[in-house]
């Protein structure tokens, strides 16, 4: 039962382009959202994050998008590097302690072509 | 001035031995999780704890068990190890009241 879903596997994009990453969550209670990059052999690294009560979140070229009433989330990279070629997970907290850990999705490879 | 270290990253054993990965955080957060990362690339939740309470993910084998012997740290041991234990292993903390988690490096564990 996958709660959150990033149903694109991989993702290809040119150099300079607009990259959108997508996630779909089923669960209403999640109240905030994170998107986490990983590069091959290490840990996820936090990128970005938004509360359910906004609707956009901006940081340098990252900005997260949220539609509440759809369960839809994206996150934009612009203009697209090669260093964000990587996996990208979504992933979703409850309100509370966050004592139940975060639920993610499985991830996007994006891959920035020269 | 790694945040969240984890030791070792790789971890080669025979099914039925007894193993420990090692965590530890130095930016003074109050919560520490473990994560899976299994062969579907799935990250789920395994365990989180703080100085309060342990909560346990229902679905994890009670060979595996958590030790916090202080704030900085959060060690999984896992008993009897099996073939389908074989993943990637994230420690991760979080400050109280924040809702960021950082994470550790890894630990890849291959079970023969």
């Known amino acids: 039962d996958q709660q959150v879903k990033q149903n694109s596997p991989s993702l290809s994009v040119q150099e300079g382009r607009i990259s959108i990453l997508n996630c779909d969550y089923t669960?209403?209670?999640?109240?905030?959202f994170l998107w986490y990059k990983k590069y091959p052999a290490e840990g996820p690294t936090f990128l970005i994050s938004?509360?359910?009560?906004?609707d956009k979140n901006e940081d340098g070229r990252f900005t997260v998008f949220l539609n509440k009433s759809a369960k839809h989330l994206s996150l934009h990279i612009v203009p697209s590097q090669p260093g964000d070629s990587a996996v990208y997970f979504c992933?979703?907290?409850?309100?509370?302690?966050?004592?139940?850990?975060?639920?993610f999705g499985k991830g996007t490879h994006l891959i920035i072509q020269p | 001035d790694t945040a969240v270290s984890q030791t070792p990253k790789y971890l080669v054993t025979q099914m039925g031995n007894d193993k420990s990965i090692k965590c530890e955080q130095n930016?003074?957060?109050?919560?520490m999780y473990w994560y899976k990362q299994d062969s579907k690339k799935f990250l789920k939740i395994m365990f989180s704890?703080?100085?309060?309470?342990?909560?346990i993910n229902e679905t994890v084998p009670n060979r595996f068990s958590p030790k916090s012997p202080d704030k900085a740290h959060l060690n999984l041991h896992i008993n009897s190890l099996e073939l389908g234990d074989s993943a990637v292993y994230f420690c991760?903390?979080?400050?109280?009241?924040?809702?960021?988690?950082?994470f550790g490096p890894g630990t890849r564990l291959l079970v023969l």
């Open positions: 991760a903390s979080r400050l109280e009241g924040g809702k960021t988690q950082y």
């Open positions: 930016l003074g957060h109050d919560t």
């Open positions: 938004i509360s359910s009560i906004k």
């Open positions: 704890y703080n100085n309060k309470e342990l909560i």
């Open positions: 992933a979703a907290s409850k309100p509370g302690g966050g004592a139940d850990g975060l639920t």
């Open positions: 669960n209403s209670m999640f109240d905030y």
